[in-house]
Every structure is written in structure tokens, then in C-alpha cells.
């Protein structure tokens, strides 16, 4: 097995070729058998569902190389379960979560190349995809689908080091509707936040931080990411229709849990960021990106989270601890792991 030629410590958040990926087609009312692909195209119908009406979902994961040499994948029966939810939200077919967690296992054993190697704070991004496939110019769901998971080598996240950013509240875009698909893993949640995602990186913020579409007067998400908050050494995170249950977010409220920390999952409104003493995003990238001040531009309000322009110690012990599960480096208690033999 030769070691491809890439600099681990300097890879970004892209894409970089790897050998194969996994296939398998939904058609007949039957899921078939899994095929190994060195293609980096798929062939599809020009009236093709997913082309149309956005019958796309997808997931995100990580496996990575621990301290002992292994390759571990992060919490893959939480996405199989959780593109079960998507697809059944957009409909279109589920994905048996057997067949998920076997072709996932195949994606990386096939790949294992290009598992960064232990130290270099990369890891190789899983990414499953779902689309509807049949010929459909009238607006219903397709009746073949496509399944398929590609993988590719990704660098740290923060390239220099753990440090929190700035993020901005516009109350001129939603996300997604009340109760729309918010609650999926849909690519045309992403479409619709592309407009003012740009708007905030221009202005020099990270991310958006949604207001609940409904109301706007809470908390909802922070740009593709979860939100949470500790306040008064309790951990806060929205409890909203229109979030998508990040698994990085249940993965840190059970750690809490664990070192004793109560957990709130509720509204959070805009006063009370007040009163927060450290808040950060949450998600597979970053698993918590922390943030030092949220800017109101409506309002021309600014929320300082951290006073001092350091990641809060609670955010920061989370950070450490659910970064030492994945790599192997502290006991796996709660099983999160899958061991790639
Ligand atoms: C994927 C995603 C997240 C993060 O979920 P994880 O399972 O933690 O990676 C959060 N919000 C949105 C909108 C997402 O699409």
C-alpha cells in the first residue's frame, strides 16, 4: 500500500481524488448490489428528480487514524439513522442502515491510503449521498435512486489553532422554513444559505447566526452548524423544529453530562446572549468552533462572548475530550467508534 504524496499537515477543506467509491441503485423497489467505482462521475437522466426538484440528501463523517494505528469512524450508526430521516422527510427511499454502515466500512477500507496519519490533525471525510435518479418532469418523487459514498483526505480545521471568530445576525435571510426541511440533511438548505453566508465571510464573519424563521426572537443555528452556550456552568443548546440534530452537539451534551454539567435543551433568545460566558458551533468539520463576539448588523448590537479573545474553558475541555475519543487517545466508554479492520 503506497502512501499518497500529500502533505497531511497542510490539506484544507476540499477535494482531493482518492481510489474508489461505493455505489449502489435503488430500483424495482429494491436496493441492489453494492458496486466499487474508480469513476469520479456518475452517468444520470437529464430529467433526473435530483436535478429538478432537489431530491438530494446527504451526511458528513469522519474516520480517522488513532494513536494505536487503527482507523476509526465517528458515530456511524447516528448517520445512518439520521439520513433514514432525511430521506423519509424528502421522500425518497431510506438507506437500510446495514447497507449504510457496510458501504461506509468499504469506502474507507478501500481508501486507507489516504487516512492521514495519527498527529497530523487530518482525518478523511465520509460523504454519503443520496439523489433521485428517474426520469420526472412532473413534480413527484423519483422511483430509482442512486446511493453513493465518496471519501477524500481533509486538514485540520483550524488551521491556526483553536481560536474563536466572529459571527453576525441578518435578519433579511432564513435558512430554512418553521417547518420546513430544516430538520433534513437536504442540499437545498445549503442553497438557501449561500446568499447570505458570502454576505457574513465579506464582512469578515464566519458565520450567520439564524433566528428561529418563525419569530425571530431565538437562537436557531449558526450558519451549518449547531449552536450552543454555557451559561451559569450549564450547557444551553436550541430546541427549535427548524435545526438539524448535529450529532457533534449530542456527542458534546452527553460529555457534559458526564463531567457533571447540566444540559438544557430550550429556546435561547437574543437577551440572554447577554448573559452567556462562552458559545461556539458545533459540527463534524470543526466539532466546536468558538466564538468571541456575535454582531447584531440590524440592530447594530454586539454580543462579547469572550472577553479576553480566548475559546472558553468549557468549550475547550469538550473540544479536547471529544477529539481524544475519536483518536483513540482516551476510552471510547460510550462506543462512538467503529473500528475499520
Ligand atoms: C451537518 C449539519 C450540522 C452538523 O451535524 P453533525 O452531525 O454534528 O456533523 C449542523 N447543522 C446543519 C444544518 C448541518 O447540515
Known sequence: MNTPDIDWSNLSFGYIPTDYN??????????????????????????????????????????????????????????????????????????????????????????????????????????????????????????????????????????????????????????????????????????????AGERAHELGYSAVLYLDPKEKKYVDECGPANFFAIKDGKYITPASESILPSITNKSLMQLARDMGIEVEERHITLDELNEIDECAACGTAAVASPVAEIHDLDNNVKYVVSKDGNPGPITTKLYNHLRAIQLGEEEDVHGWNTIVE
Request: hydrophobic share 40%.
Open 22 to 195: 461505493v455505489r449502489c441503485y435503488y430500483r424495482d423497489g429494491k436496493w441492489g448490489e453494492i458496486e466499487v467505482s474508480s469513476s469520479e462521475t456518475i452517468n444520470m437522466h437529464i430529467a433526473a428528480t435530483s436535478l429538478h426538484y432537489g431530491q438530494e440528501i446527504f451526511e458528513g463523517l469522519k474516520a480517522f487514524r488513532g494513536k494505536d494505528g487503527k482507523v476509526r469512524i465517528f458515530r456511524l450508526e447516528e448517520n445512518a439513522k439520521r439520513i433514514i430521516s432525511s430521506a423519509n422527510g424528502i421522500k425518497m427511499a431510506p438507506i437500510p442502515e446495514e447497507l449504510f454502515c457496510k458501504m461506509a466500512k468499504m469506502a474507507v477500507k478501500l481508501n486507507e491510503r489516504f487516512v492521514p496519519p495519527y498527529g497530523s490533525g487530518a482525518s478523511l471525510y465520509i460523504r454519503p449521498l443520496e439523489i433521485g435518479m428517474s426520469a420526472q418532469v412532473g413534480v413527484k418523487p423519483a422511483t430509482e435512486y442512486l446511493f453513493l459514498i465518496l471519501v477524500t483526505p481533509v486538514g485540520p480545521y483550524f488551521k491556526e489553532g483553536f481560536r474563536p471568530t466572529n459571527i453576525c445576525i441578518m435578519r433579511e435571510f432564513d435558512r430554512v422554513a418553521p417547518r420546513g426541511t430544516g430538520r433534513w440533511k437536504v442540499g437545498g438548505n445549503y442553497a438557501a444559505s449561500l446568499d
